[in-house]
């Protein structure tokens, strides 16, 4: 009779299916918003989100008119210490790549790069932050990010 489950292994197999569906539960999408404009500038100098996102969506939209290859946006989040080397990597990708390092880790999260009128989403886990790190978004755009950069953090 192995098929059927002992009483004390449908307790344990329920407890824990409640389990997961807490975890369900408390899973929290956030929304962002920023925009970018033909002036190279972000919208906004601080994103914050609460605590309790487990997940942050990001969407970046381009209000200028200019293409990307003039003034091209992205947002890219990092460790504050990495975004002088993510930029300079990227700035040697190139434009075929958004001026961004192919599959480096330090890069938490990235929307490509658009130009005037388009819009681009990225998302990331709050888990892959560290508490008490310092955490900047910026343009990787060769020039941008001495203007087009911002703080992250999470309230
Ligand atoms: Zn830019």
């Known amino acids: 009779m192995r098929a059927s489950l002992s009483p004390t292994l449908r307790l344990a197999a329920f407890a824990l299916a409640s389990t997961c569906l807490a975890g369900v539960a408390s899973a929290k999408t956030c929304n962002v918003n920023i925009e970018a404009t033909d002036a190279m500038q972000y919208n906004m100098k601080t994103i914050s989100v609460a605590k309790d996102c487990t997940t942050v969506k990001v969407t970046l939209k381009h209000t200028g008119k200019l293409p990307k290859a003039a003034m091209g946006h992205d947002w890219v989040l990092a460790d504050a210490k990495d975004m002088q080397a993510i930029i300079t990597a990227g700035t040697q990708a190139g434009l075929a ?5 192919k599959n480096d880790k330090r890069v938490i999260a990235a929307t490509k790069l658009i130009g005037g009128g388009e819009t681009a989403t990225t998302e990331f886990k709050t888990s892959a932050l560290k508490k008490g790190e310092s955490y900047k978004y ?6 941008h990010a001495s203007v087009m950069n911002g703080t992250f953090e999470i309230k």
């Open 97 to 101: 790549n958004n001026y961004q390092p």
């Open 138 to 143: 910026f343009c990787t755009f060769p020039g």
